[in-house]
Nanobody
């Protein structure tokens, strides 16, 4: 499955962005979709994931600020990011996998398909 991430940009601290992860030709609801991010010089880290059932999972530091959701009709998964902080600056990637198990959803190594990444910069 091919993933296309978009929606990044420059935003001031406290602002919001909505990232999109779109696919074509596949039913996204059959996949677990995750968002990860990687800041310069840092490891790629888990942000949020959406289970096939629609259940959502977040890294502890993102709870309450980030929301992952899915539009089945558009085959698109979104990451709504509010109250952005400078430390949220990173390249954000969406990933998907059809076979991943619950205990592995926070681990990037278990996702088979990746989008190209979209840059988010939080700065005044």
């Amino acid at each position: 499955v091919q993933l296309q991430a978009s929606g990044g940009g420059l935003v001031q601290p406290g602002g919001s962005l909505r990232l999109s992860c779109a696919t074509s030709g596949r039913t996204f609801s059959r996949y677990v979709v995750g968002w990860f991010r990687q800041a310069p010089g840092k490891e790629r880290e888990f942000v949020a994931a959406l289970w096939r059932s629609g259940a959502t999972y977040y890294a502890d530091s993102k709870k309450g600020r980030f929301t992952i959701s899915r539009d089945n009709a558009k085959n698109t998964v979104y990451l709504q990011m509010n109250s952005l902080k400078p430390e949220d600056t990173a390249v954000y990637y969406c990933a998907a996998d059809q076979s991943i198990i619950m205990s592995a959803i926070t681990s990037s190594q278990y996702y088979t398909h990746w989008g190209q990444g979209t840059q988010v910069t939080v700065s005044s």
